[in-house]
């Protein structure tokens, strides 16, 4: 067992970090808070019932809405496949590795350890923050105004290289925006960390069955509101009120317990390719909705997901919007047919398909077609015709402005699939997507703190990316996101001192 207090201070990352010549900016690191100063905060906002709320929030974060009052481990098999239990994350922090568990716990020692990683400055995700969300709407804001506030306190004095994200709830766009306020005017934080989506009930069947009749109806039934297309609130005024405070956006949004991800057994079935779904759903319902095309100075960050998928979101977007554009989409519709030369073509060349019948030109569209290629009732209105309104789409330079300049998309260091970002000969108009560089260290698949730099430069030696895009990955990326946003962001830091005194001709490596 090593007990080291004061292990020597070598890593492979630190080493490379030593070759640089340009700072490391890592916007996804992950702490732990320490339970007995963090319940205080909370009770100082609410008591002990608040207190209470936490833990059940905590406790049953990852608990599925079935399981007959029980969790997975508390069930049989026979009882997880009767509920259809979700296996949810288990195990999902680092242990044995005692010295970086300490790390992620104790501000002072991260703050201290930060050269070992090769990192100049973090933005830190504590996992509670991601908690108060599945309380119930009366200890919702109260316990993120308190999470939020234990997090400013424990890491103001840090702030040179680490930053927390404030956590704020959606469910309402008055909600989000009185802890947005509070969070940056009142605390001082500057970044944010949403939830991508709301559970809201089917208002159809929550009329029919009303959840203080029927409650295990109102658990099993519903869909997410993911604050863009199709939403019953007007999120406008929030997306208003982030871009006028210059605030860049996150979220860590998952779909595990979605189809196809609700593996009653593995773990690991659930979770790959979860925070990529999630986050595709999240980002496609503000770009369809017309939220980046309202507000082109809106900054997210679509956290663990990696970048490969926005590269392919955004190839289809264009590919689709090339065949489905409002005048593009007139080459299906049934009015357009030609029924004479339709008839006339069955007639010269379809006597074996006839078979002795003879051509009805009144049906011959739809004989043709198939009766589900048809309208079932009348043709579509002119506003239903154009998918890509709400989004202002009149040309592919608009999806680039409202896709690749809005969103960024965090992948861990080891990930081999962000050559697809960089891959502009293979995005439409040969663009990059911007890949930002998210550790994850504090979870399950970063084991060793001082690992993912160096990871992430053996991707440039393999021949994965080149050092042009390591350095966008590792910085450049990084800092467009947040500054962009708020061009002070990195005033009174590292980073900020760093490039106060740099050379404007820096290159990737130091000669």
Known sequence: MNTRLNPAKVSRSAAVKNRLDHPVIDTDVHVNDYTPVLEDYIGQYGGSKLVDALRKALGGRFVTRNGGGKDWYQQTPEERAYHRTLRAPWWARVTRNTYDLATYTIPALLHERLAEQGSDYSVLFPNDVLSPAAAGTEFRQPLHRALNHFHADQYRKYADRLTPVAGIPMNTPQEAIEELDFAINTLGLKVINIPGGVRRPIQAIADKYPKEQHPDIAKHTGYIDFYGIDSPHDYDPFWARVVELGVPVTTHYGSQGWTGRSSITNYMNNHIGHFADGSQAFAKALFFGGVTRRFPGLRLGLLEGGADWGSHVYTHLVDRWEKRNREAVRNYDPAEVDVDLLEALFERHGAELLQGRKVDKSSLVRDSLGISALPHSREPREEELDDFALAGIE?????????????????????????AAFNDRVNPGKVKINAIWSSDVGHWDVPEFTEPLAETWDLVEQGVISPQDFKAFVFGNPLRFYTEANPRFFEGTEVGRKLASAPTSATTRKK
């Open 395 to 419: 040309k592919v330079e608009d999806i680039r402005a409202r896709w690749v300049d809005s969103f960024y998309f965090g992948s861990e260091a080891d990930d081999r699939t962000v050559a």
